[in-house]
């Protein structure tokens, strides 16, 4: 295999082929990293803009100190966004493959060892959806807690999910077990790969007390263009 291009990792999981791979790009002059999930790119470094955006939209009108969940680790861009924030006391991030945690604890990762021991920081490999479903709660450790945000980048958007499974997560009693487990004020916000849903903006305000969708845009390298990805907020009663 050539130095321009490194497959860091292969494993066989319970969704199919994982392959983590390193290469140098000429076009930009960068090393980019990526995941494939089978033949499907799950995510590359090449495009980080939106998913740092989620944390800081999530955590901008929050104050200190905070516990924040994040469902999905990917390379974890949330993740260390959320840790910049000074207000950040605690952060559980939730991934259901431990292939992943296990890259980042590891250092395949840039950030990985870093963002892995931090100790404001938990990974936990578990299933996120099953988690928010169950009397368990998103914290293992205590059943009862709660949270002052809920990020979660997994599924591509509300209608295109990775699994079937995960479907009733986003259905209106997924939405009401979400804000259970977050503090009066508290705020979900959720990564989209696709336009604003108004249908999903309308469930959303039907649970919590406002709600809205971002759209954050930026550069496409590969196609050259503008592109768009959504975050959508909502926010419990005060």
Known sequence: MSARFQELDWRQTPLGELVLRRRWDPAFD??????????????????????????HLALADLHGPLDVVV?????????????ENPDVRSMIVIDALGEVIEWHQRGLLPGGQA??????????????FALSRSDQGLDPADPERRFHAIIVDIDHSPRHLLHPG????YEPEGLRRVAARLHPGGVFALWSNEPPDDAYTAALA?????????VVRFHNPLQQREATATVYLATTSA
Do not use: Q, W
């Not at 090393?31 to 995510?43: P, Q």
């Open 115 to 128: 963002l892995a021991s931090d100790p404001r920081c938990r990974l936990v490999h578990a299933d996120f």
């Open 166 to 169: 995960n479907a009733d997560f």
């Open 206 to 214: 039907d649970r919590f007390a406002r709600a809205r969708a971002e």
């Open 71 to 83: 469902g999905g680790l990917g390379l974890g861009y949330t993740a260390r966004t959320v840790l």
């Open 30 to 55: 960068r090393e980019v990293h990526e995941i494939k999930l089978n033949d499907e790119f799950l995510m590359s470094s090449l495009f980080t803009v939106s998913e740092v955006e989620l944390a």
